[in-house]
């Protein structure tokens, strides 16, 4: 049986599972099954297919390339025969896999293993027929160069040496026999033991070297015309016997049919049919939960004070677009967090949409009014939104702090950050988290497993991301104490995280206990509203079970510097204090009120305006002032060459409260807590966690199995009926089109293109969103979108 035949002969379920499986398959959607065989076997398509294979299903895959190859002569340990060198087999029997594998397991029986293995490669179109008939997808053998780190067979390891030193080869190690040089030694080769042992210990040591891969190596002067007499070291023994092969000047390959020889027949050994156990600590899951939903709270809360203070204080935007070495020390010092952590929250919030840069001709980094949206929303909302732009992000904040490969630094936010395979790093790992329940694995057993499940994925960057991973998931919430949480679990799978979060989260509290030594101790987190108010009107002092706040005369006056008055103040603190206010907290702050705004700054270029004349003779008679080049205009006026932001922050920074007025007089509020800017938030990708949306699978197949039939007629798209193009109210037409995506049967429409010029169409409806359809259009053989504002009307075909 052909591929093509096989592919065609699937049902529709099984081509839904191999499209869901292997997406690259539909990108676009092939005209017919046809072209759907031909994608399926190319190379591309199956190294992506073999990447998610495990290692069980992978060593059952190469065992089945070796098997089908002609290396495969007779086998020792099982018995198993193969054709002719010359005559590769077209198909292999499950029993003959079950003889190789089985004996290759390190402990246990190769079934039901094998069976799900070779049903799970059938889903994937890599491997087709029935058990008694197994044969390999077209393709696959090319991509496996060397299976199970065995080495070409014999007939491809001596293509390059000429036709004479094969004959002669042929004749040293095979006298009498007939056929060509490369038949002849093809034909000594599938039974090399006697071979073996006319070699002297030296060689055969080398031979051991090679046998469980990899099958190549280096040698100087690797001669081709060696001679069996004339040969004197290990190496020329083994070439002029054919139990090497030079494959270049100075490299050498051992044959497939040696390497198999010298294994016993086996194409792999210690092979399990089962992960790796998961090794570490039992912890309490319901711990754990708790454990990660604080943590989770905490991340929140930490994002949300990050773009509270890059409201204020926004740092700037370096010319490679990331965020200063400097800029990112001092943000993980207000935070009070490592930088990597700090480093962490400020790439999950900018891939979030909360701070983007913006600002002035330099730019600045600013939260978003996206972020504004975010912070209404409820706690467990607000985490799940930022977890889930935390898996699926490609950006790699643990690379921050390293050197690229010009051996520039990677700042935070900077481009280069961006790994494409971090978000199946994040969810493999996760993955196997959840595979042990209450389990707090170690990270070598992860490392493991995660070989074990994806062996071909294996590289030192990929175990770094993991690392990353793990890491950020325990600070992130989505693990606690090392094991993967219910509220982690529900992110994995897609389903509602939010609900499963919520019942965790500890309950915010709406007070403070106010204390005569200027400091308020919240006994509990705080609501978002007064969190904020308090970070404005006073400065964190220590971070714990419960946060001390201390008011000053700073923090007082930056938040009279926000709008707040004086008696503002008070209430607020009487209205969310569970003690009353004492008497210095409120003389602190009657007393920076009192001298707050009494120095008034406009624009003159500017000019500084008070009631109180000596007050401006102390400004005039202050050193300080020197630079700001002052004027004295009239007793109770200063004119100066400087800006009006520049005197408030230098009359700011010579200890004095000045504010700024507008040209009528009118006091100009700063609101330093509101800076927003309105660059929209990245543009980023999220997969499905379930892969492919059913109905675009659904479709797809469709679409396909038409687009054969017409292939196979060999006839032109269908044509139209005749009559007037299909024209209706826009309300029966969404029905009539709701109807056949039910039914899903074809429809005729009338449709109007870009230039207004109507068409008709035949469609096979597959869905219907945000004002598109999407269907197979039979009239291209083609799935498209159209606007349903364009359909003038739908006919029924039948």
Known sequence: MEFTEWIRGRTDEQLRALVSA???????????????????????AIGRALDRLDRFTLAVLETLTVVETPAVVETPATGARAEAPDVPPKSVTKAALRALVGGALAAGKPEPALSAAIEHLRDLALVYGPDSALALAPGVRKVLDDPAGLGPPAVEAFRHHAPEQLAEMADDIAPGTT????ERLAAALARPGKLIEEVSPEARAALDQL???????????????????????????LLARGLLAATGEESVALPREVGLHLRNGLVHRDLYAVPPALEGAARDQKLADRTAAGQAFTFVRTVEDLCERWSAEPPGVL?????????????????????????????????????????????EWLPTTGYDL????????????????WLHTDRVPGLVGERDDRDRPLNALHTELRRSSAPGVRSAALGVLASAPGLAPTRASVFDRLAWEQPRRRG??????????????????????GVLSGHGRALLSGEDTASVLAPLLPEPVDHVLLQA????????????????????????????GATVYRFGEGSVRRALDAGQGAEELLAMLERHSATPVPQALSYLIADVARRHGRIRVGTASAYIRCDDPALLDQITADRRSAALRLRRLAPTVIA?????????DALRAMGYAPVAESLDGDVIISELDRKRTEGLPPARSVPSPNGLDAEVTAAAVRALRAGDAAHLTRREPADAPSGQIPRGPATATISALQEAIRQGVRVWIGYLDSQGNATSRILEPARMEGGYLTAYDETRAAVHRFALHRITGVADLS
């Open 211 to 237: 046998t469980w891969g990899p099958p190549t190596g280096r040698v100087p002067n690797a001669r081709r015309e060696v001679r069996v007499a004339s040969a004197r070291s290990p190496i020329d023994q």
């Open 179 to 182: 056929g060509s040089g490369k």
């Open 374 to 389: 975010w912070r209404v929303r409820p706690t467990a909302d607000r985490w799940a939104a930022l977890a889930i732009t």
């Open 640 to 648: 100066s060459r400087s800006s009006r932001a520049a005197l408030v």
């Open 319 to 363: 010319r490679t677009g990331g965020l200063g070495v400097r800029d990112l020390k001092r943000t993980a010092t207000e935070l009070d967090v490592p930088e990597w952590a700090a480093a962490l929250i400020v790439e999950v919030a900018h891939a979030a949409g909360l701070i983007a840069a913006g600002g002035n001709v330099d730019g």
């Open 22 to 44: 292997r997406p690259e398959l539909i990108t676009p959607v092939p005209a017919h099954l046809e072209g759907l065989a031909v994608r399926a076997g190319s190379p591309s």
């Open 460 to 481: 030192p960057l990929r175990e770094q991301l993991t690392e990353f991973a793990l890491r950020e998931a325990e600070q992130v919430g989505v693990t606690g104490l």
């Open 517 to 544: 030594d200027l400091t308020a101790v919240a006994p509990g987190p705080l609501t978002s509203e007064l969190n904020r108010w308090m970070t404005l009107a006073a400065d964190v002092e220590s971070k714990g």
